[in-house]
């Protein structure tokens, strides 16, 4: 557990960075430092592994101050990702992945197995070990950072916008992994963004940070994007942060409905009769792969033993997966969809029913009341 107790940060100039900070970060939690720039979120970061020192109150790691430990065996207990990496530039993937185990006297040998590993773990190729940080993309540069960071196996992490240098592809993907490593490692980990839906999606915790060095709330996503404490925090979360809050909410308490699906030997005649006034029908293959959308209208239009196969159909646009998305995703599948109905699928790909938006409304009138 970190504890922030009063912790401020007023420089010389006059600058009040931190302003009397009380917040206590969990173990094994991600916690997610979030606000606009010179909100002294970084600041606070670093007066974790003693980079800043506090001017005012104290900063507590399992209840003992930081400033009674030694800063370099505390920074090397500490994991440490910064923006674009900061890797050594003359040292190989695998040297720099290994500098916390060689300061800390492991050997050779077993710093660079250690560092084979973690590349394992963090999703780089074996053949990039003897490459050179210049040789590699923004995201694998970031890889090498996260690898570094836990090379010793630190219990606490901390990652200062470690991912606003990439693309936003390569940026989601790295979210990926950071949570897919979270839930097998269980790391304290503080992160400091200025990126609201980055804080969202990451964090167990989030501190909304105020110019001035304030904080302004510490919750959980949920919470934040339902109740925001006053009208700067409703304003950084963003207006639709209803719809993003739908994140939160399983898919799988649609109820679906299968009755408008149909196999593409399916009569046109025959389905027409079936859909009692719905205006779209989906059409699968016999497997309940999804092909298109017929419209009744064009059902009626056709010979009434056409199969609806050989239709020229509507694209189905993305579907989403009935057991591990989210109402949002079955929201954006709905909203994208020329039929304005979202296509539910099972984990191999297979139609499991659709839901159109005027249901999904319904539905999600009746989770977030
Ligand atoms: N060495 C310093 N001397 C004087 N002022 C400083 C110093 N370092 C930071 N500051 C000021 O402290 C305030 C907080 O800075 P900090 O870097 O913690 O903010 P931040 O929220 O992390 O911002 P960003 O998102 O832009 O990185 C800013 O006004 C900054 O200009």
């Known amino acids: 557990m970190i504890t922030f107790e009063g912790a401020a940060k007023l420089y010389p100039d006059g600058t009040v960075a931190v302003d009397a900070l009380d917040l206590t970060v969990e173990t094994g939690q ?65 040297d720099n992945i290994a500098t916390v185990p060689l300061l800390l ?32 993309s923004g995201g694998q540069q970031q890889r090498v950072g996260v690898a570094r ?105 649609l109820s679906l409905r299968e009755d408008v699906v149909f196999g593409d030997d399916t009569a046109a005649g025959a389905a027409a009769a079936s859909m009692r006034g719905e205006p779209w029908a989906l059409v699968v293959t016999g497997d309940h792969v999804p092909l298109g959308w017929a419209g009744a209208g064009q059902l009626a239009r056709v010979p009434a033993d056409t199969a609806l196969g050989s239709l020229d159909l509507a694209p189905y646009g993305h579907t989403f997966a009935v057991d591990t998305d989210s109402l949002r995703a079955a929201l954006d599948a709905a909203v994208l969809s020329p039929a304005g109905r979202a296509v539910g699928v099972d984990a191999a790909g297979r139609v499991v029913g659709v839901v159109s938006q005027e249901d999904l409304g319904t539905a999600l009138w009746s989770v977030t009341e």
């Open 30 to 94: 991600t916690t997610v430092f979030v606000g606009p720039s010179g909100s002294g979120k970084t600041t606070s970061l670093r007066m974790i592994n003693r980079m800043v020192e506090p001017t005012g109150g104290a900063v507590l790691i399992d209840g003992q101050d930081v400033r009674l430990r030694d800063p370099a065996a505390l920074r090397r207990s500490i994991g440490y990702v910064i923006q674009q990496a900061g890797l050594f530039p003359h040292r190989t993937v695998r």
């Open 105 to 136: 006297g492991w050997g050779r040998a077993r710093a660079r197995a250690r560092a084979a590993e973690l590349m394992e773990l963090v999703g780089l190729e074996p053949s990039q070990a003897r490459r050179y940080p210049h040789q590699l």
């Open 149 to 253: 960071a836990l090379a010793a196996d630190p219990p606490i992490l901390l990652m200062d916008e470690p991912f606003s240098a990439v693309d936003p592809v390569v940026r989601a993907s790295l979210q990926d992994e950071l949570l897919r490593l979270q839930e097998e490692l269980h790391k304290t980990v503080v992160f400091v963004t200025h990126d609201i839906d980055e804080a969202v999606r990451l964090g167990d915790r989030i501190a909304v940070f105020r110019p001035g060095g304030r904080l302004a709330q510490y919750d959980s996503p949920e919470r934040l994007l339902a109740a925001p404490r006053d009208a700067f925090v409703e304003s950084f979360v963003g207006y639709d942060r209803g719809v993003r809050r739908l994140s939160f909410f399983p898919a799988r308490e």
